[in-house]
């Protein structure tokens, strides 16, 4: 049995080829890789030895050779095939281990060069990776470090390797070149090309959406069904999920998560790690139904909970802080689908076991930095329509005090703003047309995904009245800008005394005059959040 190996990850290399060598397979290598494996005394043939050519131009020419390929693509229960390797002097290789040059990681880097990026482009490894793959009956094609196990495994085990198991190498294989093609692809497309700067040091302008968009998904679960039961359904992750995103998450105990189960806890996820100070998050339906701050995950959740007791029935909840006894016991006395939160102490997670249907998802939350992938959030948002699909870049805009804009006589009191700010995140989960009531750190109704924004109004202010919760000296934030006076009238009409909406209406000043009649506050934000 032969190997050939060349690898520019060479994580793991040295200890595969040596398990190899125990097993007596032959190996051969290439420039690097072979250089390290006889470093470390391992009996290793170079490729050049082989094809009696030498690597040229910087190594780009190496391996594409017919005794390369013919001992790859050679089928052996094809006399033909065999013949033909017997008259040209060509051995078959029976497994191939590659992975690709880092492509991906290079064109990540800021102040990537055009050239760089070109450089990385691999020819070789994806030909002699196919060339494997497509003869997966007779070839082994490893591609990453973590198929290394597997195959000194079944080696050891049957001094081969299974039907099963070169077919898995072969999918992943073919996965990963699409993966690698898709990645150029969208760089090169990306690229708006100056043909007067081009040089070595030339760093592109790059388009924020690519000519070509090739998303690459991979499966985490089939599930039992879509959003209704005559649907099928999946749920993918990102190749490169973010920390701290819903995908990264792990279920402890509970039933398979259902689609609507998933949509819905992204929804939670996503608002409740916006907060930094201990935070509950009560989804029903995509929407918040109970949103709150509190000194702990337990008071916040009593908070939340009391908006709206009766949505959050069968509810999706989250938590920013880890879910100890406290909070356990309050939570498990109300049905819950899903519980999420970046810990569980012992004692919640005995509490838990008597309600083995619940949920419970450990997510840890992101550490931060600069970036949206950093910060555990998607840079890109998608929307599928007939035979197409929307892209934009994600809403993840963050309100500061300094943004907000004071356009009435009325000035808000400092709780107002922190209140006000509170209130604006709430909105930016809630869907169109949504109107957020909130007071000390609290949702106290919620109107959402109504066409009228006095529809919405009027439905916060029912649900609060509903919850027993009154409206007064309540605080609003409305996602969109009020293109009458009338949506204001009804919010103060309920008891609010300070409004936050984006502004920009041709009627914004004739909304002014009607706060400062009213004797309310009002800032602008000068951004809406739709979500539809």
């Not at 973590?146 to 050891?156: K, P, R, S, W």
């Not at 924020?208 to 679960?221: L, M, R, T, V």
């Not at 359904?233 to 190749?239: I, P, Q, S, T």
């Not at 197409?388 to 994600?394: D, E, V």
């Amino acid at each position: 049995m032969k190997a050939l190996i060349s690898v520019s990850d060479k994580t793991g290399i040295v200890e595969f080829a040596q398990a190899l060598h125990k097993l007596g397979v032959k190996l051969l290598s290439t420039g690097g890789t072979a250089k390290l494996l006889a470093e470390k005394g391992l009996p290793v043939t170079e490729v050049a030895e082989v094809t009696q050519f030498p690597e040229m131009l910087d190594g780009r020419v190496k391996t594409l050779h017919p005794k390369v390929h013919g001992g790859l693509l050679a089928r052996r229960d094809f006399p033909e095939h065999m013949a033909a390797l017997k008259e040209h002097g060509i051995e078959t290789i029976d497994l191939l281990v590659v992975n690709l040059y880092p492509f991906e990681a290079t064109v990540a880097k800021p102040g990537c060069t055009l050239a760089d990026a070109i450089e990385n482009i691999d020819i070789g490894g994806p030909a002699m990776v196919r060339s494997a793959a497509k003869n997966w009956k007779d070839v082994g094609v490893i591609t990453a470090a973590d198929q290394y196990d597997a195959v000194i495994g079944e080696l050891t085990a049957s001094g081969k390797l299974s039907n099963k198991l070169r077919f898995e190498l072969s999918v992943a294989a073919f996965n990963r070149i699409s993966q690698y093609d898709g990645a150029i692809s969208d760089y090169l497309s990306s690229v708006k090309f100056e043909d007067e700067k081009l040089s070595e040091e030339y760093v592109p302008e790059r388009a924020a959406f690519p000519g070509q968009a090739n998303s690459q998904f991979i499966k985490i679960q089939d599930l039992r069904y879509g959003e209704n039961s005559h649907q099928q359904a999946a749920w993918y992750r990102d190749l490169y999920p973010a920390p701290g995103s819903l995908a990264t998450g792990v279920q402890l105990q509970g039933k398979e998560l259902s689609y609507n189960n998933i949509a819905d806890a992204d929804a939670a996820w996503e608002c409740v790690k916006s907060f930094e100070a201990p935070a509950c998050v009560i989804i029903k339906h995509a929407n918040p139904c109970g949103v709150a701050v509190g000194k702990d995950a337990h008071e916040a959740y009593a908070k939340a909970f009391q908006t709206d007791p009766t949505s959050a029935f069968g509810g999706i909840i989250a938590f920013n802080r880890p879910v100890d006894k406290a909070a356990a016991e309050a939570v498990s006395k109300q049905f819950v689908e899903v519980l999420m939160a970046p810990e569980f102490s012992a004692e919640a997670l005995d509490i838990f076991k008597a309600k083995v249907n619940v949920r419970l998802m450990q997510i840890a939350l992101p550490k931060g930095g600069k970036t949206d992938w950093e910060n555990g959030r998607n840079a890109v948002e998608s929307k599928r329509v007939g035979s197409g699909i929307l892209l934009q870049s994600a809403d993840n805009h963050e309100l500061a005090l300094a943004d907000l804009k004071v356009v009435t006589v009325k000035q808000p009191t400092p709780e107002e703003l922190q209140d006000l700010l509170f209130a604006w995140k709430v909105a930016k989960f809630v869907k169109s047309n949504a109107i957020v009531f909130c007071k000390n750190g609290m949702t106290m109704g919620v109107g959402a995904g109504q066409m009228s924004r006095l529809d919405s109004a009027r439905i916060a202010s029912i649900k609060a009245e509903a919850a027993k919760l009154s409206l007064q000296n309540t605080v609003v934030a409305s996602d969109a800008f009020f293109p009458f006076r009338d949506g204001l009238d009804v919010v103060v009409d309920a008891g609010a005394t300070c409004v936050a909406q984006p502004g920009g209406s041709m009627r914004d000043q004739e909304v002014i005059d009607a706060a400062n009649e009213r004797g309310v506050a009002m800032v602008f934000t000068g951004v809406r959040h739709f979500r539809h």
